[in-house]
């Protein structure tokens, strides 16, 4: 994978994929420091491609920095992105753990109503409504 992620980042035309590939590669490794670095340098040669934004939030709920993650995943899902349902549910998951629970229930229940027939999915998202709406208490 670092042979890629060097191949892309050579080129001045892929930079923002090799960054958005080594954010993700560092993120796996559990490295969240440099995978925030090489998000943040992804956004900025790709500030509007949706899933660069989808992986800027993943990176910051990684680092359990919610309101980064609340802003870049609202971002992600301005610009578009085919993901939708999965990022309204890490979207979600992040405005529960900042304690808005009421956008929280509206953006999972949102959620659920996009998901398709992944029952997995549908169940992950049941059950994070479930959360949201007994820490609503």
Do not use: C, F
């Not at 890629?4 to 969240?32: C, F, N, Y």
């Not at 939708?84 to 998951?93: I, M, N, S, V, Y």
């Not at 999915?121 to 949201?132: E, P, T």
Request: charged share 25%; aromatic share 2%.
């Amino acid at each position: 994978m670092q042979r890629r992620v060097d191949e892309l980042l050579s080129d001045p035309k892929t930079r923002g994929a090799g960054q958005l590939l080594a954010a993700r590669k560092h993120a796996a490794l559990g490295e969240p420091s440099a995978a925030m670095a090489h998000a943040r340098m992804a956004a900025n040669h790709l500030p509007d491609l949706g899933v660069v934004w989808r992986v800027v939030g993943e990176v910051a709920a990684q680092s359990e920095l919610w309101s980064k993650a609340a802003e870049a995943y609202g971002k992600a899902l301005k610009l578009g992105l085919k993901a939708q349902a999965g990022t309204l549910e890490r979207l979600a998951d992040a405005l529960d753990e900042l304690g808005e629970y009421t956008q929280a229930e509206r953006t999972i229940r949102d959620a659920i109503t996009k998901t398709g027939a992944d029952p997995h999915a549908k169940r992950r998202r049941l059950n994070l409504l479930g959360v949201i709406l007994k820490h609503q208490g």
